[in-house]
């Protein structure tokens, strides 16, 4: 499967993105997806994640109450709809898929997923 991310821009702090990834090649709805983040110098970490038909979420605690993950399986898209955004949160955002043949889980650990997408830069200014 090919993930395709946008959405990322320059915002103010206080502000709001929504990143969106298109996937294409097999079938999206089978697939559990989620988003990570690489900050400058930083590791890259977790941000969210969602089943296959979007009956489990998660979200790391920092940015719990402001971004929500959502999917539409009819356009092969998921989106992270971020509020309140902290300069903090400035990083590049990666959409990544794994295969959980339509088990409700939630992937949380990066070596797990096996195809990510190229990336969507987002910049908080304080």
């Known amino acids: 499967v090919q993930l395709q991310a946008s959405g990322g821009g320059l915002v103010q702090a206080g502000g709001s993105l929504r990143l969106s990834c298109v996937a294409s090649?097999?079938?999206?709805?089978?697939?559990?997806m989620g988003w990570f983040r690489q900050a400058p110098g930083k590791e890259r970490e977790f941000v969210s994640a969602?089943?296959?038909?979007?009956?489990?979420?998660y979200l790391r605690d920092s940015v719990k109450g402001r971004f929500t993950i959502s999917r539409d399986n009819a356009k092969n898209t998921v989106y992270l709809q971020m509020n309140s955004l902290k300069p903090e949160d400035t990083a590049i955002y990666y959409c990544?898929?794994?295969?959980?043949?339509?088990?409700?889980?939630?992937?949380?650990?990066?070596?797990?997923?096996?195809?990510w997408g190229q990336g969507t830069l987002v910049t908080v200014s304080s």
């Open positions: 969602i089943s296959w038909n979007g009956g489990s979420t």
């Open positions: 990544a898929a794994v295969d959980t043949e339509y088990r409700s889980v939630v992937i949380t650990h990066s070596d797990a997923y096996d195809y």
């Open positions: 090649g097999r079938t999206f709805s089978r697939y559990a």
